[in-house]
């Protein structure tokens, strides 16, 4: 059986970093934290690094809103599998 979906408990520094790596590498990734602002600003962090992925080339902005990677959930309250854009 094959794992599609990783799941990360907190959207601090080393947190979002392992979202986001696992993200690129195509996974669906649900990332939780305590409080609603800790993951926003976890989200934030993730579309800050994307963006200097654009500058340096690595990444273009096309990749950044459709694919294939971040496939990024939230998980906050019950909510599962909310989509954050990353716009």
Known sequence: MAIKTIGVIGAGTMGNGIAQAF???????????IAEPALAKGLAA??????????????????????????????????PGLRRSFD
């Open 23 to 33: 993200a690129a590498k195509d996974y669906d990734v649900i990332m939780q934290d």
């Open 46 to 79: 993730i579309s800050g690094s994307m963006d200097r992925l654009i500058k340096k080339g690595a990444l273009t902005e096309d990749a950044k809103k459709n694919g294939p990677g971040p496939h990024l959930y939230d998980h906050q309250g019950g909510r």
